[in-house]
């Protein structure tokens, strides 16, 4: 194994290394694009702030001073219908507020490059619990071809699976590569222990020849890292001797075309828009792979931290609270996999809130002096969002069907010209919604939709459930006590195998593992909700047209209900998230076999993702909502001077 004395450990210095600036033509292109994108991103944000106070002053105003007779079923749709608007509008500018708090202040860091050989030694971590052999040899075969020199870092497999065929396996790249080590705990694992396995790599690795390296890196059991990874994070952190920990962001190699679950939408809008705006603050979030740290600065909170599921926001608090700072480096410089079937998807989402809702309560019962207010504002702002977001969104999907189904007016209003008002700053607030979320896929490139904030819509009803159980155990727990250990499990299993054509199985076999469970049920009904509403809406529209004023009669009877442009917007958004079980069971997109994703060196055996597979981290999302929207404000606004 590694020969490395202790001397050799803490030879290389911000002053002793070569850093300088990429000079990749694209990668500075891209640079250029993205900061001015961000710029465009917060001032469109105000416009949207600006244009959605101007509507709900006038929304509140009309409704308020509609005619008295206006009472019974018509005042309680309306202003059911306005609450809805309101609570949208509130978790929508949340993000807003974000973009405004730091404009002229947001940050995109250049790409760096460290060069020679006098460079700071590393232990990476790769960890595993239970993956596939070949999955994580790839990894480390990856690991082992990073370009940088074999002696100046170790590579430690941290096995949580106990896997005999594992150890095997890396004992035998370990006889060609002598930086290759494993080990294991030996404990049968039944929780998420990510934090734990972390810790156990870093008191394992003092037992090592040369003790502990000065930085530690870690990559989950899926990610291949590039080789210029460790040369593309460490000057970062070399340059400024207050940041504790460099990160990249996860870009994957099997997100399938045409997928309507939105494999890895929290990542990209965590990656392209959340990442870049904490950078501003020198506090981004660790994104749990792929990312440089200062042995001595996670030494100094005593480690990762394991008080929830979210090792990594736990990670980036402590760093923070304690004065360092985190960069976040906008490289593509790991590839891994996102959830390949329904159960995965909705496991890792689950998770995700889980241990966002873990990691908030944390951070508010932190001891005295370890938090400032303001840190324990922003860990408060993570529940709250989530909490926010999932309740107005599985609200909105009740709520919006069952106003259309009861065929009154959504809004009130008392003359002719405060409904073409209404109509006209609807229009324009919806369009400034419509702008900020160009922007906003732009940062993204045009992975997200224009209307990203319902794209996984249709999980706020398994979201809901997984934040009630949480709040439940919190409640049943003493304020005393620590966290609850909240481990969220799939609501299905995964036994259609639906992308894989061999075993998938019939449609009616998808249909039933992927149906058949209150969630999906639920939303299945929201469909036909939406699908009766819409049709109910035709035949009134075809109605009003063929009697009395006829045209304008028929035109100010959709304005007020279904083409009004902020409803249009939301009962089109509920029908194509209620749709998204039922396609998905019918339409599974395919995906391809991993090793057909893979450039394998046939001598080595180091792969990496074909050029062709990254391309699918690029992939653009559906706009066809977008283009619908749009089209109706601008019949909308034109429709209004008829009314």
Same mark, same amino acid.
């Given at each position: ?52 106070? !101007?509507?709900?002053?006038? $929304?509140?105003?009309?409704? =308020?001073?509609? @005619? #008295? ?5 018509? +005042? &309680? ?58 999955? !994580?040899?790839?990894?480390? $075969?990856?690991?082992?071809? =990073?370009?940088? @020199? #074999? ?5 430690? +497999? &941290? ?58 890196? !870690? ?425």
């Amino acid at each position: 194994m590694t020969t490395r004395s202790n001397g050799d450990n803490k030879s290389a210095s911000a002053q002793d290394t070569n850093i300088e600036v990429n000079d990749d033509k694209n990668i500075k292109a891209d640079y250029a694009q993205k900061c001015q994108t961000m710029e465009w991103l917060a001032r469109s944000s105000a416009l949207c702030a600006l244009t959605s106070f !101007v509507y709900f002053a006038l $929304r509140v105003k009309y409704t =308020l001073g509609a @005619p #008295s007779e206006s009472v019974g079923r018509e +005042t &309680l749709v309306a202003w059911g219908f306005l609450i809805v608007e309101g609570a949208l509008a509130l978790n929508r500018n949340l993000s807003f507020l974000l973009s405004l708090a730091t404009t002229g202040k947001a940050r995109i860091r250049p790409s760096l490059r460290l060069h020679g050989g006098q460079v700071p030694t590393i232990d990476l971590f790769i960890l595993h619990c239970g993956e596939g052999v070949e999955l !994580v040899l790839d990894t480390i $075969r990856a690991a082992c071809a =990073l370009d940088y @020199p #074999s002696d100046r870092y170790r590579i430690i +497999t &941290l096995d949580d699976g106990r896997s005999s065929d594992l150890a095997k396996a890396v004992e035998e790249v370990g006889e060609l590569h002598a930086n290759v080590h494993y080990t294991t705990r030996d404990l049968k694992v039944s929780t998420h222990s990510k934090a734990a396995n972390l810790n156990h790599g870093l008191q394992y690795v003092k037992t090592l020849q040369g003790g502990p390296s000065e930085y530690v890196s !870690v990559l989950d059991v899926d990610m291949i890292p590039e080789p210029q990874t460790f040369r593309a994070l460490l000057p970062h952190v070399l340059k400024d001797p207050k940041v504790a920990l460099a990160n990249a962001p996860q870009s994957f190699y099997n997100v399938a075309k045409h997928d309507p679950l939105i494999n890895g939408y929290y990542i990209w809008y965590l990656r392209d828009i959340i990442c870049h705006l904490k950078d501003a603050l020198d506090a981004s979030w660790c994104m749990g792979s792929g990312y440089v740290a200062r042995r001595s600065a996670l030494d100094q909170i005593g480690g990762i931290p394991t008080e929830g599921m979210q090792e990594d926001i736990m990670t980036s608090f402590y760093l923070t609270t304690a004065g360092w700072k985190i960069a976040y480096v906008p490289e593509r410089l790991q590839w891994g996999l996102v959830p390949d079937s329904y159960a995965g998807t909705l496991k890792q989402v689950q998770r995700w809130t889980a241990g966002c809702f873990q990691a908030s309560a944390a951070i508010l019962a932190a001891p005295a002096g370890v938090a400032t207010w303001a840190q324990r504002f922003d860990g408060a702002m993570v529940g709250i969002f989530y909490a926010l977001e999932v309740f107005t969104l599985t609200f909105c999907m009740v709520v919006i069907p069952t106003m259309l189904l009861s065929g009154s007016p959504l809004i009130l209003y008392s003359t002719p010209s405060h409904l073409r008002l209404l109509i006209r700053i609807g229009c324009i607030d919806t369009a400034a919604q419509a702008l900020n979320g160009l922007f906003t896929s732009r940062m993204t490139g045009y992975r997200l939709a224009i209307f990203s904030q319902f794209s996984n819509l249709w999980t706020a009803p398994y979201l809901l459930s997984t934040a009630s159980r949480y709040v439940l155990a919190a409640i049943s727990t003493s304020l005393a006590s620590a966290i609850p250990n909240y481990t969220p499990s799939g609501s299905l299993t995964d036994g259609s195998h639906e992308r894989d054509a061999r075993r998938s199985g019939s449609p009616l076999t998808r249909l039933r593992v992927i149906m058949w469970n209150p969630f999906s049920l639920f939303l299945l009904l929201v469909l036909s909700a939406c699908t009766l509403s819409a049709a109910l809406e035709l035949r009134a529209v075809a109605t009003a047209a063929l009697a009395g004023p006829g045209l304008v009669s028929a035109l100010r009877h959709t304005l007020v209900r279904a083409a009004y442009p902020p409803a249009f917007l939301l009962w089109t958004a509920v029908l194509g998230a209620a749709s998204v079980p039922l396609s998905y069971a019918l339409f599974p997109p395919p995906v391809v076999v991993r090793e057909r994703l893979l450039a394998r060196d046939p001598r080595t055996k180091v792969a990496y993702p074909t050029e062709q597979a990254k391309t699918a981290d690029d992939a653009n999302g559906s706009h066809a909502h977008a283009v619908a929207v749009v089209s109706v404000l601008v019949g909308a606004f034109v429709g209004s001077w008829w009314l």
